[in-house]
């Protein structure tokens, strides 16, 4: 089952910030989050693991609720090269310790001047 | 360097021909998978393998096979294609949680934009 992200698309001027979120209706053990740039593939940006800490990446960071199955995409001070469509994934623990990941639908994001 | 391939980067077919699309990876990775990519749906699992000779269906696997016979290939066949497979695929791979940190990290090749007439 997909997670659900939201908002589904956000415009911002260079500088703002954003939030973007994604739930899951199963426990979680880890939360990926990747970005894709048009016509090209989704790249990754940050894995959270269950028990984790919160992680970073220069101003993306991220959280993970484990209790909610939740976890947040932090923007701040949006800069153009953030735009493209961001895609959280969600794997669910697997005895033996293999993964698959389903993502969810993607957060349209657009950074104006 | 390690990298994902998939071949042809773009192909039309007609409806009800046999299409096979290739995925190759030197990264190697144990698990390999196999998204379609459509507006409005995200990127969906079609099927992934997580070993040689171990295939298993994603959520949208109807109309698609896959077989894995060496740890660096994974190829994707439409057995009949039809119009609703028109999409963009991404192959992807990734390492076993007990691999180089990071674990799990799903690495994309380039995709290939299938048309089906």
């Known amino acids: 089952q997909q997670p659900v992200q939201s908002p589904q698309a956000v415009i911002l001027r260079e500088g703002e910030d954003a939030v973007i979120n994604c739930s899951s209706s199963?426990?979680?053990?880890?939360v990926h989050w990747y970005r894709q740039k048009h016509g090209e593939a989704p790249v990754f940006l940050m894995i959270?693991?269950?028990?984790?800490e919160q992680k970073g990446h220069e101003k993306i960071s991220a959280s993970f609720n484990e209790k909610k199955q939740q976890s947040s995409l932090y923007l701040t001070a949006s800069q153009l090269s953030y735009s493209g469509t961001y895609f959280c994934?969600?794997?669910?623990?697997?005895?033996?310790?293999?993964?698959?990941?389903?993502f969810g639908i993607g957060t349209k994001l657009q950074v104006i001047p | 360097d390690a990298e994902i391939t998939q071949s042809p980067r773009h192909k039309i077919t007609e409806t009800g021909r046999q299409v096979t699309l290739a995925c190759h990876q030197t990264?190697?990775?144990?698990?390999m998978f196999w998204y379609r990519q459509d507006l409005g749906h995200g990127l969906r699992l079609i099927h992934y393998?997580?070993?040689?000779?171990?295939?298993n269906k994603g959520e949208v696997s109807d109309g698609y096979s896959v077989s894995r016979s060496n740890t660096e290939d994974l190829p994707l066949t439409l057995e009949s294609a039809a119009s609703s497979q028109t999409s963009v695929y991404f192959c992807?791979?990734?390492?076993?949680?007990?691999?180089?940190?990071?674990?799990?990290?799903?690495?994309f090749g380039p995709g290939t934009r299938l048309t089906v007439l």
């Open positions: 393998s997580y070993g040689v000779q171990d295939t």
């Open positions: 959270l693991l269950k028990g984790g």
């Open positions: 992807a791979s990734s390492n076993d949680p007990k691999g180089l940190a990071p674990p799990g990290v799903v690495i």
């Open positions: 990264w190697n990775h144990n698990n």
């Open positions: 994934g969600t794997e669910i623990g697997v005895a033996g310790g293999y993964q698959k990941v389903t």
């Open positions: 199963k426990a979680l053990y880890s």
